[in-house]
């Protein structure tokens, strides 16, 4: 049996299981798919919200504010790419000022600092490409961009070092309370654990359904993008929303923290749980309404297009903590935006909340750092030639779009949690991620991976299951 | 920091017969570096015949074609460094690239020839709805998976864009065994050569379906379907005209964008056309001693006009490391109207004469797309130059017209004309000094008048 059982290895359920992994606890994390950030933790726009977004008092708000705070020194114990550059909620219209000064307000309330009202002004200093319209702009100094797959690697990677560990391709069909705990009863067989943490995203009412009479009711609101070449990376500099309310959310136009620019996302409720497929309704709308707040947006840039699903719970605020009537059993549900910034935040709080559960002791081999891929790019040219001279694989490139080498990929493949699918090695490297959306790379990187798996190539998925490269 | 005199990008076939020209133009130090593990470019995955028939008077396979110039590489004892990607091309002519056994290095060249040919477009560019499945390739890309690996990538397939590397993997694909269901295209024609359509759609039976494009995409994990629509003649899908094919792959051949990352970052400029580098009469981009030659200056057709323009970058870039190396003065002859010639040194341009500096501009203009190259220089032109160019759409029974200035020089007569087909028309030296006034020279599609 095992003391906490983790059904979900998106950013939530990994980062619960990174902070329960400094105590002494037997932990397994439960995937269905064949890696850690496959649903909504893959398919978002990657911002570290500043935080006065969410109403005063809730739990959103406040997970917000503590994930934001975290997330510099998370990035730095875990090698992640994360920079504070500040956002913009953009007004364009003179009637609209006092919406915009009451997000402020509602911004000091939760506690964000350094937030700015700018003038029409200051504001195109800041970002010449706002559009003539604007009237003012609110200034977050404390919003920022994350690379959402590196984050939940990341964690999840550091979970594995100090000994949680991780079942993929898991699906949980049925979960039964014991006397002591839970039987867990999955495709591939019964776990039992005193402890459940369901941090399934879209599907988290289904799991606390099973066991809870108090039903939780997620929707999953399909958010739809567009991402832009390189080429447009630098059109703005910061994040720019648009004003909430009025049009609805709005569309975000934002740099990425690869230097690519990301529109979107468009916001409409939907029924399928699975249905990720973006819609020409969508992507039309990403382009008419991302025009709006931001001038010449190059659209014809666009380098791929993709959709993700928030899970909204309709009571419209996170819902973590044990449920009532099924002790034992700990949600993180209806985590949809801000939910990545929030994700350090939230891990500890369930790392807490199942501490005193069940009398945790800390571990004395947790060891809480951990290295990224290295990338040779960032290393000054003569200890660079001294890695190629160790390790010729970092000399060839592979991608040549993002310039990553066979060393690079190889090292997602053979870290811990490595990668076993085409999209795997892409989320870890960005290998294929590029302008030709791995044209060039794709046998290369098969090849590899093949090797590296010691499959042969017609074995490899694009990202597990069904979805075979090959058809021999 | 190691010297060269010529330093070509791109070991295809463009950057082999750049070399070779060069070399036979008396360049001794050349470099030719090449990112892949072998020399050749995609001519090694085009297993096809069909190659040749200008350069060599026969019908050779893409490998074949690319031995001839390997070996004479080899013969000429060019020198190359193969798994090399370039990372940066300074103004200066300063070349940074990587390797596994060199490390990262820098070389100086004294001319450089960009010979890195193009890419294809990527789904995401087309914005298809739908999922993201696997099953859904590039051309070039299953190409490469049949013909090098040897590996099938489906058996059941759809191709989006009727351009010569699709319609090369209709008729491969179906010769594997696959089950090729049709070929859709955007357009009301199709982009690649007439010969292709006979020889690998009409052949095998495999329907090409004019204005027609993928509107969805079905299956979450492996490709299940695609739903096919008419376009009008905007090219908006026409509602009602939907009609689902099911598919295990969907092969992409929408268009080929020449690869000019390290020219954009070096500053040279591109034409928007044409989406490679503006270039002179000899080939040179806008970066002083920087030619250009193969598809990342314009896609061509076919690769013998590669090799043939590659052949002209060879050489004047030759003459250039020649010119800019000697220390008397370089010999232009200048054109002024009492036809006396003169002789200045090239690197001087201030003190050059109007006349010398002086560039006319070629215009395409009604039905043509672009022209390469886009400018030329009537001093330092040689007796002929050819302009490449390619019509925006089919016409029939047409002329083109080449106009200096708004006189009417040339009026070539031309049955039939496809987007698919690269034309070009001849400008003598001779005949521009006539004119030593016009600024530009304009190129158009011009309707031929019925014959009575």
Redesign the interface.
């Known amino acids: 049996m095992y003391d906490i059982v983790i059904i979900g290895a998106g950013v939530s359920g990994c980062a619960a299981a990174r902070e329960l992994s400094r105590y002494q606890a037997d932990i397994c994390v439960l995937e269905k798919e064949e890696d850690v950030c496959c649903g909504t933790s893959k398919a978002n726009s990657g911002i570290v919200h500043a935080g006065y977004d969410a109403k005063p008092g809730t739990l959103k708000a406040k997970m917000n504010l503590l994930g934001n705070e975290r997330m510099g020194l998370l990035s730095k114990e875990l090698d992640f790419p994360f920079v504070r550059k500040g956002s913009l909620v953009v007004c364009t219209a003179k009637e609209e000022l006092l919406r915009l000064q009451e997000l402020y307000e509602r911004g000091v309330k939760n506690g964000v600092k350094g937030l700015q009202i700018l003038s029409r002004e200051e504001t195109l200093e800041m970002e010449p490409n706002i559009s003539a319209d604007v009237q003012s702009a609110l200034f977050a100094p404390t919003g920022g961009i994350v690379c959402p797959f590196s984050m939940n690697i990341a964690l999840a990677e550091n979970a594995a070092v100090n000994g949680v560990e991780f079942h993929f391709n898991t699906e949980v069909r049925d979960i039964q309370r014991l006397e002591k705990g839970f039987r867990i009863e999955t495709e591939t067989g019964s776990y039992y654990a005193k402890c459940v943490i369901n941090a399934a995203g879209i599907y988290a009412d289904k799991l606390h359904n099973m066991v809870s009479g108090r039903k939780l009711s997620i929707i999953p609101r399909k958010g739809e993008y567009?991402?832009l070449d390189k080429n447009a990376g630098k059109h703005v500099s910061r994040t720019i929303f648009a004003l909430p309310g009025a049009y609805g959310k709005g569309v975000l136009v934002t740099p990425t923290i690869h230097g690519n620019l990301l529109v979107g996302p468009t916001s409409v409720d939907i029924e399928n749980k699975?249905g990720?497929?973006?819609?020409?309704e969508?992507?039309q709308e990403i382009a008419a309404k991302a025009g709006k707040n931001v001038e010449n947006l190059p659209m014809r840039e666009?380098?791929?297009?993709?959709s993700g699903l928030r899970a909204h719970e309709e009571s419209g605020d996170f819902v973590i903590g044990e449920a009532e009537d099924a002790p034992g059993f700990f949600d993180c549900a209806g985590i949809e935006s801000p939910g990545l910034t929030s994700a350090p935040a939230v891990g500890v709080l369930l790392a807490e909340l199942l501490q005193k559960k069940l009398n945790l002791e800390e571990s004395t081999s947790y060891n809480g750092s951990r290295k990224g891929i290295l990338d040779p790019r960032t290393l000054p040219?003569k200890e660079?030639?001294k890695l190629?001279?160790g390790n010729?694989?970092?000399?060839?490139?592979i991608c040549?779009c993002e310039?990553i080498t066979e060393g690079e990929i190889i090292d997602a493949a053979r870290r811990p949690l490595g990668a076993c699918s085409i999209d795997g090695i892409k989320r870890r490297t960005r290998a294929g991620m590029g302008?030709?959306?791995?044209?060039?790379c794709?046998?290369k990187v098969?090849?590899i991976l093949a090797r590296e798996l010691q499959v042969s190539?017609?074995e490899l998925?694009?990202?597990?299951?069904?979805?075979?490269?090959?058809?021999? | 920091m190691t010297d060269y005199e010529l330093v070509i990008i791109g070991g295809g076939p463009a950057g082999l017969a750049a070399g070779i020209s060069a070399r036979k133009n008396g360049i001794e130090r050349i470099l030719i570096l090449e990112r892949d593990k072998e020399l050749g470019g995609i001519l090694n995955q085009c297993i096809h015949n069909g190659f040749g028939l200008h350069t060599f008077q026969e019908e050779l396979t893409g490998p074949e074609y690319a031995d001839r110039y390997i070996q004479e590489v080899r013969k000429l004892r060019i020198e190359c460094r193969l798994n090399t990607m370039v990372l940066d091309i300074s103004p200066e002519r300063k070349v940074t690239a990587v390797n596994p056994s060199d490390g990262m290095f820098e070389i100086q060249a004294q001319a450089v020839i960009l010979a890195m040919g193009c890419r294809e477009r990527p789904r995401g560019a087309l914005n298809i709805p739908g999922y993201r499945p696997a099953g859904i390739f590039s051309a070039g890309t299953a190409q490469r998976l049949v013909n090098i690996e040897g590996y099938m990538p489906g058996k059941e397939v759809v191709i989006l864009g009727s351009g010569d590397i699709g319609l090369i993997m209709a008729r491969r694909m179906t010769l594997e065994g696959a089950s090729v269901k049709a070929v859709a295209e955007l357009m009301p024609y199709s982009s690649g050569l007439k010969r292709n359509i006979v020889q690998c759609l009409d052949d095998y039976g495999i329907p090409l379906m004019l204005s027609h494009t993928v509107v969805r995409i079905w299956g979450k994990e492996r490709l299940e379907g695609i739903t096919l629509a008419e376009v009008d003649e905007k090219g908006r899908p026409i509602p009602g005209t939907e009609e689902e094919i099911s598919c295990d792959t969907l092969l992409l051949s929408v268009g080929l964008i020449p690869e000019n990352e390290l020219s954009k970052d070096c500053g040279i400029v591109l034409d928007p056309s044409t989406k490679g580098p503006e270039v002179n009469e000899s080939l040179e981009t806008t970066s002083e001693g920087i030619f250009a030659c193969g598809n990342v200056l314009h896609v061509h057709d076919l690769v013998d006009y590669v090799s043939e323009e590659a052949e002209l970058a060879g050489k004047y870039a030759a003459q250039y490391i020649k010119e800019s190396k000697a220390s008397q003065p370089v010999e232009c002859i200048k054109e002024g109207k009492n036809g006396q010639s003169a002789v200045y040194r090239k690197e001087d341009k201030s003190s050059r004469p109007a006349e010398l500096i002086r560039e006319i501009r070629l215009i395409p203009e009604s039905g043509v797309s672009y022209t390469v190259p886009q400018k030329i220089s009537p001093a330092r032109m040689p007796e002929q130059v050819t302009v490449r160019f390619r019509v925006r759409s089919i016409f029939h029974r047409c002329s083109v017209g080449v106009y200096f200035g708004e006189r009417c020089i040339v009026q070539k007569k031309r049955l039939i004309m496809a987007p698919g087909e690269m034309e070009s028309i001849m400008l003598s030296r001779e005949k521009l000094r006539e004119f030593p006034e016009i600024k530009t020279i304009t190129i158009r599609i011009e309707e031929q008048m019925e014959e009575a």
Not at chain 1, 435 to 440: E, L, V
């Open positions: 567009c991402l699975e990720v497929d973006t819609t020409k969508g992507l666009v380098i791929t297009s993709f040219i660079r030639n190629i001279a010729p694989a970092y000399g060839r490139i040549r310039s302008r030709c959306q791995s044209g060039f794709l046998p098969m090849e190539q017609t998925t694009k990202c597990g299951g069904n979805s075979k490269l090959l058809k021999p």
